[in-house]
C-alpha cells in the first residue's frame, strides 16, 4: 500500500505564478506517483488573484494530471486544514515555503495536534540573500516561530548542503535536516545548438522581484554597445520594483520587451529559442528556470548566489561575481564575442551540466528516504 503524503502549499498547478516552489511540488508529485499517494491543498486562484484557463472545481477532491489528489479552496485556514487531513488520514504532512503563513502556522499546528509526522520544506526561504528581502518581517516571523516553539519535532528538508547549513543556521545543528535535491524536467537530447546570426537574444525568465534583480540586467544593456535582443518573461511579483524598473525598458539600441508569465510546459521551447539567459538574483534555492535554460543548451549570465557554482568551470555560461552593471556589461559582451564554434562549446557544456544533475540525483531514494524518517 502506497504512503500517504498531504502537500501544503498556498499553490499548485493549474496556478505556477508563485514560482519554483510549485514547479517543485508538481515535480514531487510525477516522479514519485508509483511510490505514494499525494494530496495537495490549494488556493483556487493564483499569486496575483487570476484564475487559470484549465477548469477546476472548488471545494473539492479531484485528480491532477499525476494522479494527486487536488483541493482547491478560496481561503486556506486551520480549520480547512483539520478536516482534510481528518478525511485523508496522511503518512506524512509535507508544508512547503516556511513564510507562507497561511499554511505553514496552520500545517504544522494541526498536525502535531493529530499526531501526524511533519517535514518541513524552507524551498530556499531561509538562504541569506532570501533573508534580506523584508528582512524585519522575516526576522519578526522567525522570533515567535522559535518562541511558540514550532520547530519541535520538524523534520527539515534541505535540497542542498548550502540549504541543510541555512537550516541550522536559523535553527540550531540539533535540527533533523535531510537532504533530497529538487526534481526537475528531464533535459533535451544532444544537439547542436546555433548562436543567432543578427544581434544576441537574451532572455530573463523568473519572477519579476527585488530579489532578482532584474534592473541590474537592464543597467548593463544601457553600457552595451552591440545592439541585442532582450525578452523578459515572468509574473510582477512586485509592482512597485517593477515601476522602477519599466524606464530602462526605453532603449534607442536594443529591442527590450517584457512578454507575461509563460505556461511551464512551455518554459523549456521559449528558452531552446534564444542565445542566452540572464538572472543576477541574490539567491536561488535551485532555480527551475536556470537548470530549464542548461537542459535545452542555453547558457546563462548568472550570480554566484545559486547552487550551480562558477559555470565557466562548467563551459555552460558565465557567472558574475558582483551586481555592479559593468560587470554584467562585460558578460554580456563576452557572449557576443563569441564564434560560433566557442558558442557551440557553451550550449553543449550547458546541456551536459543539467544532464549531469539530472542522472545524478538519484530523485526516488532520497525522498523515500525522506519521507520514511522517524522524528
Known amino acids: 500500500m502506497k504512503k500517504k503524503i498531504f502537500l501544503l502549499y498556498p499553490f499548485y498547478w493549474p496556478f505556477y505564478k508563485a514560482?519554483?516552489?510549485?514547479?517543485?511540488?508538481?515535480?514531487?508529485s510525477e516522479t514519485l506517483a508509483d511510490m505514494f499517494q499525494f494530496s495537495v491543498l490549494s488556493k483556487d486562484h493564483d499569486i496575483d488573484g487570476s484564475t487559470s484557463r484549465v477548469a477546476i472545481e472548488k471545494e473539492k477532491w479531484q485528480k491532477g494530471n499525476h494522479s494527486e489528489m487536488i483541493f482547491y479552496l478560496h481561503r486556506i485556514s486551520f480549520f480547512s486544514v483539520k478536516r482534510l487531513l481528518e478525511q485523508t488520514k496522511p503518512d506524512v504532512v509535507m508544508v512547503n515555503g516556511i513564510f507562507n503563513i497561511s499554511t505553514t502556522i496552520p500545517g504544522i499546528v494541526m498536525s502535531?495536534?493529530?499526531?501526524?509526522?511533519?517535514?518541513?520544506?524552507?524551498?530556499?526561504?531561509?538562504?541569506?540573500?532570501?533573508?534580506?528581502?523584508?528582512?524585519?518581517?522575516?526576522?519578526?516571523?522567525?522570533?515567535?516561530f522559535k518562541?511558540?516553539?514550532?520547530?519541535?519535532?520538524?523534520?527539515?528538508?534541505?535540497?542542498?548542503?548550502?540549504?541543510?547549513?541555512?537550516?541550522e543556521r536559523a535553527f540550531g545543528f540539533n535540527s533533523i535536516v535531510k537532504i533530497a535535491p529538487n526534481i526537475p524536467k528531464r533535459p533535451w537530447k544532444k544537439f547542436d545548438k546555433q548562436k543567432s546570426k543578427g544581434p544576441l537574444r537574451i532572455v530573463y525568465?523568473?519572477?519579476?522581484?527585488?530579489?532578482?534583480?532584474?534592473?541590474?540586467?537592464?543597467?548593463?544593456?544601457?553600457?552595451?554597445?552591440?545592439?541585442?535582443?532582450?525578452?523578459?518573461?515572468?509574473?510582477i511579483k512586485d509592482q512597485s520594483y517593477w515601476n522602477e524598473c519599466t524606464p530602462l525598458l526605453i532603449s534607442d539600441k536594443h529591442d527590450i520587451k517584457y512578454n507575461g508569465p509563460v505556461d511551464p510546459e512551455e518554459v523549456q521551447?521559449?528558452?531552446s529559442t534564444y542565445d542566452v539567459m540572464?538572472?543576477?538574483?541574490?539567491?536561488?534555492?535551485?532555480?527551475?528556470?536556470?537548470?530549464?535554460?542548461?537542459?535545452?543548451?542555453?547558457p546563462v549570465l548568472l550570480s554566484p548566489y545559486t547552487p550551480w557554482g562558477k559555470l565557466q568551470d562548467h563551459y555552460a555560461g558565465v557567472t558574475v561575481n558582483s551586481f555592479e552593471p559593468q560587470d554584467w556589461a562585460n558578460g554580456i559582451q563576452q557572449v557576443i564575442n563569441l564564434e560560433e564554434t566557442q558558442y557551440q562549446i557553451l550550449s553543449s557544456g550547458a546541456l551536459t551540466l543539467a544532464t549531469s544533475y539530472f542522472e545524478k540525483g538519484d530523485f526516488v531514494n532520497k525522498y523515500l528516504e525522506l519521507f520514511s524518517v522517524e522524528p
Do not use: C
Open 278 to 298: 540572464i538572472l543576477p538574483t541574490q539567491g536561488e534555492n535551485f532555480g527551475h528556470s536556470i537548470y530549464e535554460s542548461l537542459s535545452v543548451g542555453t
Open 112 to 144: 502535531r495536534w493529530m499526531k501526524y509526522k511533519v517535514v518541513m520544506s524552507p524551498r530556499g526561504m531561509l538562504q541569506q540573500g532570501a533573508l534580506a528581502v523584508h528582512p524585519s518581517k522575516k526576522k519578526v516571523f522567525l522570533l515567535f
Open 269 to 271: 521551447q521559449k528558452l
Open 205 to 235: 525568465l523568473s519572477l519579476i522581484t527585488q530579489k532578482k534583480k532584474i534592473d541590474v540586467a537592464l543597467r548593463a544593456l544601457s553600457l552595451v554597445d552591440s545592439p541585442v535582443v532582450f525578452h523578459i518573461y515572468g509574473p
Open 19 to 28: 514560482g519554483g516552489p510549485v514547479q517543485s511540488l508538481v515535480n514531487l
Open 147 to 167: 518562541l511558540l516553539n514550532f520547530q519541535k519535532g520538524l523534520i527539515w528538508h534541505a535540497t542542498d548542503e548550502q540549504e541543510k547549513i541555512d537550516i
